[in-house]
C-alpha cells in the first residue's frame, strides 16, 4: 500500500494531540466522553473506507478536476469555494492555537505578531511547491519526529507518578449519554484522510488501494492515539479538575521528567517536535486550501516573467486574515470556535460522501 | 518562485533585526536565576505574604578558581504574591528568570491556613516547572532556603539532591512534585503530603527526614520519621528501608530493597467493608547483636513481618482517627465503583469504621557478608 | 566503414590554411619528395607525436615504391579522421592532426601527443581500503581506465565540443541498459545549449549544465575515483568526462548520494552503517549548532539543566557583546582559517595550524572575547562539516548554516526548528534532471510510488 497515504492520516493524528481535541474530550469526560469517542472511532474508520473506495476509482485526478467534469458549472463554484474555505479555517485554527502555545509557554516576550509571521513565512514558500515534494518533506521529517512522540507518550505511561486510579475512574463514568462535541472531536482525528482530495494526484499511476486491511490498520492508529489523548493526561493531573487546565495537553508533557537526559523538562522537547508536526499538518492544509483555489480562479494575464503570480495574491490574502486574526481573538473566542467548527465537520463530510455517489454514477466507472 | 519578492521579503526581515529588542532577545549574562522560592506568612495584615528568592551567581570558571557557588538573596513582604515578585525584581540589576526555580519551600504558617491560594500563583505562571519539588520549611521558609551546606559543590545543588534519585535514596524522605500537590489538592480521595525541611540554627545543614499531611479540613498531621518510612513503604516509594526487629534479647536490622504493596477494598452487603493489603519486600539482614545462623532466615523473615504487620497498622489506623487519606484509598474506591452521584458520600460513611487486614510477606536472601 | 571526406582539393584549400596559421612558429608545412612522388604534410609541431608521425607515414612514403600505393597505405591507417569543412580543418590542426594533402585529395590524421596521461593518485577523496588511483587528465586514458572497470558493451560513449574559443571535447558515458532515460535526454539537450566561449574545467561545466543560474545546493557530483564512477554506472547515472580534467561529473545525484562514501562498500556491514549514521550526525550537527547556541544563551535558558545553564552564564562572564555577534565573528574567522588553508604553501600551513589553535581557542578566550563553550562549539561545527564525503555538499552547507543561524536571531527556538524544516522542504522541493532530491527510498524496488 501506498506509504504517503498513511501519512496524510497520521499527520492529522499527531498534531490533534496538542491542538484542540484533548481540551474538548476532557471537558466532556463526567458527560459521555468514552461512548463519544468510540462513536467517533467507528464514523472514522466508515469516512476512510468511504474516500479511499472513491478514489481508488479515480487513480491521478483530484476533486476539484472531477466535480468540474461531472457536476453542473452553477454548482461546482460555490461548492468548492466552501470547502476551501473549510480547508482554511482548519489550518487557521492550527496556526493560531501554536501561536498562543508558544507564546504562552517558549517565549513569552515575542509579540505574536512575529511569532505567527515566521510561521507564515515558511508556509508560503512551503504551499506553493509541487504536490510530490510536499509528501516527501512529510516523510523526512516525520521520520525524525515520531519516535520522539512515540517515547515520550511510553514514557508518561510507565512514570512512577501516573496514577491509574484516575483512568480507572474516569471509565466509570461510561454509561452515560454520548456527547456531540466529544464525537466530533475523535471523528477530527481521522480527517486526515480527507487531504486526498488534492493529493490523489501525486499517483498517477498507482491507485490508492482499498482494502480491510488498511483501515483497519489505520484505524488502530487512531485507537491508540485517541486513549493517549485522553488517559495521559488524567493520569498525571487528576480527574476533579482537569478542565481548569488551559492546555491540558502542554502541562502534562510539562509534568513528566527526564532524569538522565540533556533536556530535563519535557515540556521543551514535546514544543518543538510538535512544532514540526504542527507546521506539516498547517502546510497540508493550506496547500489543499491553494490548489482549490488556484482552479478555480487563475488570471492568466497576470504574469511576470512567466511566473503567473496569481498564488501570491492567494497567499497575501492568507497572510492578512492570519495576522488580523491573531491579534484579535482571545483564547476563550479561540476555544469557543474551534468547538462550533468541529460541530459542523460531521455534516460536511457526509456532503463530500455524497457527492461522492454522485460523481461515481455519472462516470460510470 | 519569483525571486525579487523573495529578496524583498529578505531584506525587510533584514531591517527588522533593528527591532531585536522587543522579540524577547535576552542575552544569559543579563539573566539571573532563581533556584529555590520560600514563602511564609507574616504577622502583618497589609503584607502577609514574604518570599526570599535564592538567586545564583555564575563564576567566571568552575575548575579551580573560587570553587563553590555564590549565591544571593533578596527578600520581600507584600500583599500578594505576584506583586512580591515584580517588586523583587527591582531590587536585582538583573532579569529574573524562573525557569530553573525547582524547589519550593513553604513556612508551617501558609500550610495552616492557606495552601491553595499560595498554590496558585506558582501552577499558573508557566516558568515555573510542574516538576519542581515542593517542601515545608522549619523553623522557617526562609531560613532553609538561606542555608548553604558545605557539602554542595559548585552548580549542583542541595536541595535537588535530597528529593531527586539522583543524590541520596532514603526511605525517610517523601518527595512531592509541584503537579502531584495541585492533583492531591484538587482530587476527593487523596491528601497531600509534604516533606519537612529542617535547616539548623547555623543555617549550615539541611535535615529531611519527617513529612506533614495536609488534608482538605486542615487537619494537618506531622508524621515521624518512622511513620514517613512506613508510608513511603505502603505508597511504594520506598528505595531503601531499613526494619529493626527485636525479640527478647535478639534484634537485627533489616535492609530491604524493593517492597511491592497491593491492596484492594471488598464490601459487600451484610459485612464489615475490608481493605485487604498484600506487602511484599526481599531484603539481606544488615545488623545484629547475636550471631545469626543462614538455616534460620525463614524464622528472621517471620519476625520481620510481624514487626512491619504491627507497625502498618498502627499507621493506617491512625490515618483513620484522623480521618486523613494521602494513601489514596478514596480514590480507589470511586476507580472501582461504577459511578453514582453517591459514590463519594458513601466513602466518607465507610472510610472510619473500616478494618485493615494487612499481610506481609518477607523474603531475606542472605544474612550479609558474615554470618 | 568508410571515411567520408569532403571534397576539398589541396591548390585551394593548403595555401588558405598556410595564410591563417603561417605567423606561429611551431606550424610546419612539410612537402616531402622523391622521385616522383610527392606529398605536402600539414602540422603544428608542438602538439604532434614526432616518432609516431615518423614512423607511420614518413618512412613508409620513403619506403613504398608508388604514389597509389602510399594512398592506399594512408588511408588504412587507423587514425584517420573525416573531414568535414576547413574550418574544421583549422581546428583538428590545433587538436594535434596532420593534414596530408596527396594526389589532389586531403587527408586527415590523428596524432596527438599528451603529456598528461598518467594516472593520478586520489588527492580529494582518500580512502583506507580502496583502489587508490584516480582519473588522469587525458580523456581517452581515462576512458579506458572506465571501460576496465565496466566490462559491459552496453557503455555506450559519445563524444561532443564545448566552448566556442576552446573546443573542448566532452564525453558522456552511460550503460544504454540501465540508465535513467529522463535525465539522459535533458544532459544532452544542455549539452548543446550550452554556448560560452571558455569552459575551464568540469566545475564550470557542472554550472553550465545547470537548469538555474543561482543555486546553493549541488545537484551533480564531481569525482576523481574509478570505483565511485563505475558505481554510479551501474546505478542509472550519466558520466560526463572533459578533456584535459581528471574529474568527472555523476548526474543526476540525490542528496544522498553526497553521504555515501566508497568505504561503505568496502567495511563490514555494522562498521559501515555506524559511519552512515556518523555523518548524518555531523551534518545534522553542522547546520544548526551556531543557531542553537544563539537560542539557547538568548532566548530560552531554561531548556537544558541548571548547571548548564549556569555554565554558559558563567563562561560568558566578560564578554562585551550580545551572543550572536560572538557566534559571527567566530564563524567568520573559522572561515578565514578554512579559505586560507586551501591556498597555504606547504612550507607554511605549520605556522597556520598553530596560529588557529592558539589564538583561536585560547587567546581569544581570555582575553574574554568569546566564551569557552563557543570555542568548542566552532570546532565541531567546523570538524564536523568535513565529515561530509563529497565536497560541494560541504560548502552548500556551510552557506545554509548562516541561513539558520539568522532565523534563530530572529525568532529563537522557533525560527531554529522551522529554519530547518525549511531547509529539508527546500531540498524536497529540488529536482535533480528529474529525479527527486529528496526522496527517502525505502521499499527496494525500481519504481517507486
Known amino acids: 500500500m501506498n506509504r504517503y497515504v498513511y501519512y496524510l492520516l497520521y499527520i492529522n493524528m499527531f498534531a490533534s494531540m496538542v491542538i484542540s481535541v484533548p481540551k474538548i474530550l476532557l471537558h466532556e469526560r463526567k458527560d459521555g466522553a468514552i461512548i463519544g469517542m468510540i462513536l467517533g472511532i467507528i464514523a472514522g474508520m466508515l469516512v476512510i473506507y468511504a474516500y479511499l473506495w472513491f478514489f481508488n476509482k479515480f487513480p491521478g485526478k483530484d476533486y476539484p478536476e472531477l466535480l468540474k467534469k461531472y457536476f453542473p458549472k452553477w454548482l461546482q463554484f460555490p461548492f468548492l469555494l466552501f470547502l476551501s474555505l473549510v480547508w482554511f479555517t482548519a489550518g487557521l485554527n492550527t496556526l493560531i492555537s501554536y501561536t498562543f502555545m508558544l507564546k504562552r509557554f517558549l517565549t513569552p516576550e515575542m509579540p505574536v505578531v512575529w511569532i505567527a509571521s515566521t510561521f507564515l513565512i515558511f508556509i508560503s514558500y512551503g504551499i506553493l511547491m509541487h504536490t510530490k515534494s510536499i509528501l516527501y518533506t512529510i516523510e523526512a521529517i516525520l521520520i525524525i519526529s515520531s519516535p520522539v512522540t512515540i517515547f515520550l507518550s511510553t514514557k508518561a505511561f510507565m512514570s512512577p507518578e501516573f496514577e491509574w486510579d484516575f483512568v480507572r475512574e474516569a471509565i466509570m463514568y461510561v454509561y452515560r449519554f454520548p456527547s456531540y462535541s466529544a464525537f466530533t472531536a475523535s471523528l477530527y482525528i481521522f480527517l486526515g484522510i480527507t487531504n486526498l482530495l488534492i493529493f490523489n494526484r501525486a499517483w498517477s499511476t498507482k491507485r490508492v488501494q482499498v482494502s480491510g486491511k488498511h483501515v483497519f490498520l489505520m484505524g488502530l492508529a487512531g485507537i491508540m492515539i485517541l486513549f493517549t489523548i485522553y488517559i495521559v493526561p488524567l493520569g498525571m493531573n487528576g480527574f476533579n479538575n482537569i478542565d481548569h487546565l488551559v492546555y491540558p495537553a502542554i502541562t502534562t508533557s510539562d509534568t513528566l521528567r527526564m532524569t538522565f537526559g540533556v533536556i530535563e523538562r519535557v515540556l521543551y522537547l514535546f514544543l518543538l517536535f510538535f512544532l514540526a508536526i504542527t507546521f506539516l499538518n498547517l502546510l497540508l492544509h493550506w496547500h489543499v486550501t491553494i490548489e482549490i483555489l488556484k482552479s478555480l480562479f487563475w488570471i492568466k494575464k497576470f504574469k511576470w516573467k512567466e511566473n503567473n503570480l496569481t498564488p501570491y495574491i492567494f497567499i497575501i490574502i492568507f497572510w492578512l486574515i492570519s495576522l488580523k486574526t491573531v491579534t484579535s481573538l482571545s483564547e476563550y473566542q479561540l476555544f469557543t470556535y474551534t468547538d462550533y467548527f468541529f460541530y459542523c465537520l460531521p455534516f460536511i463530510t457526509m456532503i463530500i460522501i455524497v457527492s461522492f455517489w454522485f460523481v461515481k454514477r455519472r462516470a460510470k466507472v | 518562485m519569483s525571486s525579487l519578492i523573495r529578496k524583498g521579503l529578505l531584506l525587510f526581515i533584514c531591517f527588522s533585526l533593528v527591532l531585536l529588542s522587543s522579540c524577547g532577545f535576552k542575552d544569559i549574562d543579563k539573566r539571573i536565576f532563581v533556584l529555590a522560592i520560600g514563602i511564609d506568612l507574616t504577622e502583618n495584615k497589609e503584607k502577609p505574604y514574604k518570599v526570599t528568592l535564592k538567586l545564583a551567581i555564575p563564576s567566571g570558571t568552575l575548575k579551580g578558581g573560587q570553587g563553590g557557588e555564590k549565591y544571593t538573596y533578596v527578600t520581600k513582604e507584600s500583599e500578594t504574591l505576584a506583586k512580591a515578585l515584580r517588586i523583587l525584581k527591582t531590587h536585582v540589576d538583573k532579569e529574573m528568570d524562573f525557569g530553573h526555580a525547582s524547589i519550593i519551600i513553604l513556612g508551617k504558617s501558609v500550610i495552616e491556613k492557606d495552601l491553595a491560594d499560595v498554590m496558585d500563583l506558582l501552577i499558573r505562571r508557566r516558568d515555573i516547572q510542574m516538576i519542581s519539588w515542593v517542601g515545608v520549611g522549619e523553623p522557617s521558609a526562609e531560613s532553609v532556603v538561606k542555608t548553604e551546606p558545605p557539602s554542595e559543590m559548585a552548580v549542583s545543588f542541595a536541595f535537588a539532591n535530597f528529593f531527586s534519585d539522583n543524590g541520596v535514596e532514603s526511605a525517610y524522605i517523601v518527595s512531592t512534585f509541584l503537579f502531584d500537590l495541585r492533583r492531591r489538592m484538587f482530587e476527593s480521595g487523596l491528601d497531600p503530603i509534604l516533606p519537612i525541611v529542617r535547616a539548623n540554627k547555623k543555617k549550615t545543614k539541611l535535615m529531611v527526614n519527617e513529612s506533614i499531611i495536609t488534608p482538605k479540613n486542615n487537619n494537618n498531621i506531622t508524621l515521624s520519621s518512622n511513620e514517613t518510612k512506613l508510608y513511603n513503604i505502603l505508597a511504594n516509594r520506598a528505595n531503601k528501608i531499613d526494619i529493626n526487629v527485636k525479640k527478647n534479647k535478639m534484634s537485627f536490622t533489616v535492609a530491604l530493597e524493593k517492597s511491592k504493596v497491593k491492596y484492594k477494598i471488598i464490601t459487600s452487603q451484610n459485612s464489615q467493608p475490608i481493605i485487604k493489603m498484600k506487602i511484599k519486600t526481599t531484603g539481606i539482614i544488615e545488623e545484629s547483636n547475636e550471631e545469626l545462623s543462614p538455616t534460620l532466615l525463614k524464622k528472621y523473615s517471620k519476625l520481620v513481618n510481624q514487626k512491619t504487620k504491627k507497625d502498618a497498622l498502627q499507621l493506617l489506623s491512625r490515618f483513620q482517627d484522623e480521618n486523613v487519606d494521602p494513601l489514596g484509598l478514596g480514590l480507589r474506591y470511586k476507580a472501582t465503583r461504577l459511578h453514582t452521584k453517591d459514590t463519594y458520600k458513601e466513602w466518607t460513611k465507610i472510610y472510619p469504621n473500616i478494618k485493615f487486614d494487612v499481610t506481609v510477606k518477607t523474603s531475606l536472601k542472605s544474612t550479609g557478608t558474615v554470618e | 566503414m568508410p571515411i567520408k571526406t569532403k571534397k576539398l582539393d589541396v591548390s585551394s584549400t593548403f595555401p588558405w590554411i598556410i595564410d591563417k596559421l603561417k605567423p606561429t612558429f611551431d606550424f610546419t608545412h612539410k612537402p616531402l619528395h622523391i622521385d616522383n612522388k610527392q606529398i605536402e604534410l600539414l602540422y603544428i609541431k608542438t602538439v604532434v607525436d614526432g616518432d609516431k608521425l615518423h614512423n607511420n607515414v614518413i618512412k613508409p612514403f620513403f619506403e613504398m615504391t608508388s604514389l597509389n600505393n602510399i594512398e592506399a597505405y594512408l588511408t588504412s591507417l587507423p587514425n584517420q579522421q573525416e573531414i568535414s569543412s576547413k574550418d574544421q580543418l583549422l581546428v583538428e590542426l590545433t587538436k594535434g592532426s596532420v593534414v596530408i594533402g596527396i594526389n589532389e585529395t586531403i587527408l586527415l590524421f590523428d596524432f596527438k601527443k599528451v603529456h598528461i596521461d598518467a594516472p593520478l593518485e586520489t588527492k580529494v577523496e582518500p580512502t583506507i581500503q580502496g583502489p587508490q588511483y584516480a582519473l588522469s587528465k587525458d580523456l581517452i586514458t581515462n576512458i579506458n581506465m572506465i571501460r576496465q572497470r565496466y566490462h559491459q558493451p552496453s557503455l555506450r560513449v559519445e563524444l561532443y565540443s564545448v566552448g566556442k574559443k576552446v573546443h573542448q571535447s566532452v564525453a558522456i558515458l552511460f550503460d544504454e541498459d540501465i540508465v535513467k532515460k529522463e535525465a539522459l535526454k535533458q544532459i544532452k539537450s544542455k549539452l548543446k545549449e550550452i554556448d560560452k566561449d571558455l569552459i575551464l574545467a568540469s566545475g564550470d561545466l557542472t554550472r553550465c549544465l545547470n537548469n538555474k543560474k543561482r543555486a546553493l545546493l549541488p545537484t551533480t557530483i564531481l569525482t576523481e575515483r574509478t570505483d565511485r564512477i563505475s558505481y554510479n554506472i551501474s546505478g542509472g547515472k550519466v558520466i560526463i568526462l572533459m578533456d584535459g580534467d581528471s574529474n568527472a561529473i555523476l548526474a543526476p545525484a540525490v542528496f544522498f ?171 524536497a522541493n529540488k529536482s535533480s534532471y528529474g529525479e527527486a532530491y529528496f526522496k527517502l527510498f525505502m521499499q527496494r524496488k525500481k519504481e517507486e510510488t
Not at chain 3, 587567546?363 to 563529497?390: H, K, Q, R
Open chain 3, 257 to 427: 548520494d553526497f553521504m555515501v562514501s566508497m568505504e561503505d562498500e568496502y567495511h563490514p556491514y555494522w562498521v559501515a552503517k555506524f559511519t552512515s549514521s556518523l555523518r548524518y550526525i555531523g551534518f545534522f550537527s553542522c547546520i544548526s549548532l551556531p543557531g542553537l547556541y544563539v537560542g539557547i544563551t538568548s532566548y530560552n535558558p531554561d531548556i537544558f539543566r541548571a548547571s548548564l545553564a549556569l555554565s554558559l552564564a558563567g563562561s560568558r562572564v566578560g564578554v562585551p557583546y550580545p551572543s550572536y555577534i560572538e557566534v559571527l565573528i567566530m564563524l567568520i574567522v573559522m572561515e578565514f582559517l578554512i579559505e586560507a588553508s586551501i591556498r597555504l604553501p606547504k612550507a607554511v600551513s605549520a605556522t597556520a595550524t598553530t596560529v588557529g589553535g592558539l589564538i583561536l581557542g585560547t587567546a581569544v578566550t581570555e582575553a574574554a572575547l568569546a566564551s569557552n563553550i563557543l570555542i568548542i562549539l566552532v570546532s565541531a561545527v567546523a570538524i564536523s562539516m568535513f565529515v561530509i564525503p563529497i565536497n560541494e555538499m560541504s560548502f552548500a552547507i556551510r552557506v545554509s548554516r548562516y541561513v539558520v543561524l539568522l532565523f534563530t536571531i530572529i525568532a529563537g527556538m522557533t525560527g531554529l526548528a522551522l529554519s530547518l524544516i525549511g531547509l529539508a522542504m527546500w531540498m
